[in-house]
């Protein structure tokens, strides 16, 4: 027997679980020992204990912790104020905004797009990643809805940024993959105003032509720039779905660029949580368990797992219900615990306002212990989250 220490919300399907941090008896497991069966026995595990210790020839797959990334400047120390960072973080984002918005402007009225500047914009915005991804995840849930079509460029190129980070790409390869992701909607330009704007369903004619637009924004990046095959690539490819059902070409599996493949998970995690004329915003969690309904289908299955352990069942920034009936938005993530992080509360537990005050749901009595119950909607009881960051 040859067993692995590592936290409990590392886990993946096929692992077996030997030993944990506490004694049997102390949990609700019934079985000394067993395999995990999916992503929700990893959440419920983690529930009650912080580590285990996984039998690395009995485990179906490969046991190994996520090595791939050396420690950043300001990670083993005290990181800035979050609100310092998430100031940063916005000026940053409007920046890469604003830019993408002339870009796609430019393209759509015929005139050449400096695509060159998009890329330039963005490079803050990933050194802001390293810093402080908290801040910048939290700006992403705090941003204001307008002008979606830039704002969704951006917002997916941060997400991929993150995810990319986790999973361990040089800093080269995020480069390329938040420029792709940036310019992913930028066929979008060349189709009818109405089309993008409409609430109601599209007839199957509409959607032939939405269907268009990944290719022919490959062909209008490749026509305005010197981009990378890389970048390419990504734009043509980011509604390819892994079962073979995404478009424009039906690719399945490893055949779809693994670059896309990122692009292509968080660009629908972020038109989840993102209100838009035809559909609402769902809250993090809706759209969390809508990717793990799609693992293995629509998503490869360990890119969905990885981009949960890097923001969190709960990101920063999200409000939040306990059981108690408080509300608290998040501030911190806890990386053994994603259950419980950080947050702040800010309502009492008759709903009514009071003084904020921090609380770590990781360190707690058990007599007094409090959890999360549900996710809120940005705006929920009248709260603005973000002015208790700034």
Known sequence: ?????????????????????????????????????????????????EHVFVDAEYSGRPVFLNLAL????????????????????????????????????????????DIETVQESITPLIESVFNNKEAVAALLRLRESDDYRYQHG????????????????????????????AMCDVGMTQLPADLLSQPQALSDQQLRIIHAHPKMGAELVAKNSDVSIEVLAIVENHHERVDGSGYPRGMEGSSIPVLARIAGLVDAYDAMITPRPYAPARTSHEAIQELMDGKGTLFQESLVEQFIQAIGLFPTGTLVELNSGEVGIVTRQNDTRRLKPEIIIVLDEEQKERDPCIVDLSL???GSERWITRELLPGSYGLDSEEYFI
Not at 77 to 92: P, S
Not at 155 to 179: C, F, K, P, Y
């Open 70 to 113: 050396e420690p950043t400047a300001g990670e083993g120390k005290k990181r800035l104020e979050i609100k310092e960072d998430l100031a940063h973080a916005r000026i940053c984002f409007d920046n890469a905004a604003n830019t993408l918005d002339k870009v796609y402007e430019s393209l759509r009225s015929g005139r050449t797009g």
């Open 364 to 366: 707690q009595d058990t």
């Open 154 to 181: 951006i917002s997916m190129a941060v997400w991929a940024a993150i995810l990319g980070r986790q999973i361990g790409l040089h800093r080269d390869e995020l480069e390329t993959l938040a420029l792709g992701c």
């Open 1 to 49: 027997m040859r067993l692995v220490k590592m936290p409990a919300m590392s886990l993946q399907p096929g692992m077996f679980v030997a030993e944990l941090d506490r004694p049997w008896l102390e949990t609700p497991f019934s079985l000394q020992g067993f395999v995990i069966q999916n992503t929700s026995e990893v959440l419920y595990v983690s529930k009650y204990v």
